[in-house]
Each structure stands twice: as C-alpha cells, then as structure tokens.
C-alpha cells in the first residue's frame, strides 16, 4: 500500500519560516512524481511544488526563490522547506505521488495523498 503522511505545520509569522516533511513509501513506479500542494478555504487546491525520479523540479511562481523541495531517498521522506512566509501562504498543505513526470497544474493526476498539515501565516 502507499501511504503519505505530511507533518511539520504550523503558526507562524510573515517572514518566518517553516519545514514540511512527507514520509512516503510503499510506491514501485519506476517514474514518478512527488508533489507538494496547497489549499486555502474557498480556494482551488494549487500546486506548489514538485520533485521528480530523475530530480527534475518545479515550482509554482509564487513560491520561487522562497520554498525548496527536496528528496531523501534513503529515509523516503519529502522535504518543502519554507522561507519567508505571507500571509497568503496560509493554507492546509498535501503531499501526494503520481505516476510520470510533475504536471503541477493537474492535481486529479496524482493518485495518492496524505492528510495535510496546516500551515498559518500572520501579518
């Protein structure tokens, strides 16, 4: 069975930071894309992030500069690591895999999820 479970959320103020964490497995796609998703009440869910089995990565333009997704295959855990918080990050955040490469913007592709963390920024 594949399992994804997300921790690490939290409340935190703008310009703090945050690191999420995913542990992943029970996966055998030999292509894959692992994937870091957000979503706000009232929002559409949005993808943030993604990591692929090559290590290819993708960000949404909202996060670049300030988020990094990492891959540790030995511990078989996902990393988002979050600089510089907004408010408008604020949201419940989802870990979740697909099989093939990231397409952030098709989260009805990704089969399995975790729970979600929540993540709360405050001005």
């Known amino acids: 069975q594949v399992h994804m479970v997300e921790s690490g959320g939290g409340s935190v103020q703008a310009g703090g930071s945050l690191r999420l964490a995913c542990a992943a497995s029970g996966y055998t796609y030999n292509t894959y894309c692992l994937g870091w998703f957000r979503q706000a009440p009232g929002q559409e869910r949005e993808g943030v992030a993604g990591?692929?089995?090559?290590?290819?990565?993708k960000y949404a333009d909202s996060v670049k500069g300030r988020f990094t997704i990492s891959q540790d295959k030995d511990k078989n855990t996902l990393h988002l690591q979050m600089n510089n918080l907004k408010p408008e990050d604020t949201a419940m955040y989802y870990c979740?895999?697909?099989?093939?490469?990231?397409?952030?913007?098709?989260?009805?592709?990704?089969?399995?999820w975790g729970p979600g963390t929540q993540v709360t920024v405050s001005s």
């Open positions: 990591i692929d089995s090559d290590a290819w990565i």
């Open positions: 979740a895999i697909r099989n093939g490469y990231c397409h952030l913007a098709a989260p009805g592709e990704f089969g399995y």
